[in-house]
Structure formats: C-alpha cells, structure tokens
C-alpha cells in the first residue's frame, strides 16, 4: 500500500488519506528536544570553554517536581535537576585542583563531602539539567581561578615632578586666599 490507500489504527478509528503519515510521528518537541538547524548533537558551552575535564561521568543526577513556572505541568512533571560531585572520589580532578576546591568549597560541601547544586528555572527537564551543569562547572572554575600576582611599580619622575608642581600651585592658591592675594605675609 502507498499513498492515500494506507491505513493506520489510531485511538479506536481507522484513520486513512494523505494525513496518515503525519499521525504516524509523535509531535515536534514532546519526546526529543528541539536542535538548532544543522546539529546534530547538543552544544555543551560549559565544557568547550572549560579548564576542567569533562565531568558529566562523575556526576550524579537527581529529578523531582518543580516549584517553578510551568503552569499545571508543574505538578506532573520532574523537571528539577539537582546533581551532587563527589570533589574527593573524582579520577578526574588533579590532586591539587582537589585540594583548592576542598579548601574553597568546604562551606558549599556536605558532610559526605559531595556538592549539591539545583536548578529549576525552567519548564524543560532537560534545559535545567544543562543549566545546573554550567552553573557547577562556573563553582568549580570560581574556586579553581588564582588571581594574578599584584606587581608593584614606582612612579617615574615626571609623574612625581608633575605631582610636587600641582602640590605647589595648590599651596599658592591657598596662599593668596590667608594674606589677601599678594602672595606673601
């Protein structure tokens, strides 16, 4: 059978005609996500951008219902991500990236020693999945980053003679205010 001669059974009805092929596929974005034109596989910005490895083996995921936006979907639907990183289990973490995030991160750590982060800002499951993963790696790369080593410089000597001059004209101005305008006392 092809064309408008093939039948489908769909809730009870024998549906036929060329509107069978589209009651064939599930609708665009129940089931899958949504890609961008042209890709095949989701961007993961939080780990092209990254110093760390790619985490996402050692990191636990955790669904549940979200108090967030979604309407009646809310209560039907586990779409907030929570997920916990074991700092000190990780094979993939250098030992010293371990100790810098144990000693940065002991408040945000449990006494397992696992860091826990949610999201629930979206509808999408799968958005705030890939949202809680960013936000774990920006933690992790915030405890990571050692800020630059202040050098101290001396000011040249046209600076300091351009300072002294100003302190000069300064005291002048101050001068002729006391004595009047001339200058001296």
Do not use: C
């Not at 080593?149 to 000597?157: E, G, L, Y």
């Amino acid at each position: 059978m092809s064309g408008p001669e093939r039948k489908m059974f769909r809730t009870g009805q024998w549906v036929t005609g060329q509107f069978w092929r589209q009651l064939s596929r599930p609708p665009a974005g129940i089931h899958r996500p949504a890609l961008p034109r042209g890709t095949h596989q989701r961007q993961r910005p939080y780990v092209q951008n990254s110093m760390l490895p790619d985490l996402t083996p050692e990191l636990n995921f955790q669904t549940s219902r979200s108090s967030g936006p979604g309407g009646q979907n809310v209560n039907k639907v586990a779409s907030r991500v929570e997920v916990w990183f074991s700092i000190e289990n990780s094979a993939l973490l250098t030992p010293h990236q371990k100790e810098l995030l144990l000693e940065k991160l002991s408040p945000k750590l449990n006494k397992e020693g696992f860091l826990h982060l949610a999201s629930q800002d979206n509808r999408s499951q799968l958005v705030n999945k890939e949202l809680v993963v960013q936000k774990l790696y920006e933690v992790l790369e915030q405890a990571l980053h050692r800020p630059k080593p202040r050098k101290r410089t001396t000011p040249s000597r046209a600076a300091v003679q351009k300072r002294l001059v100003a302190k000069q004209k300064q005291g002048q101005k101050k001068a002729n205010r006391r004595t009047g305008g001339s200058g001296e006392e």
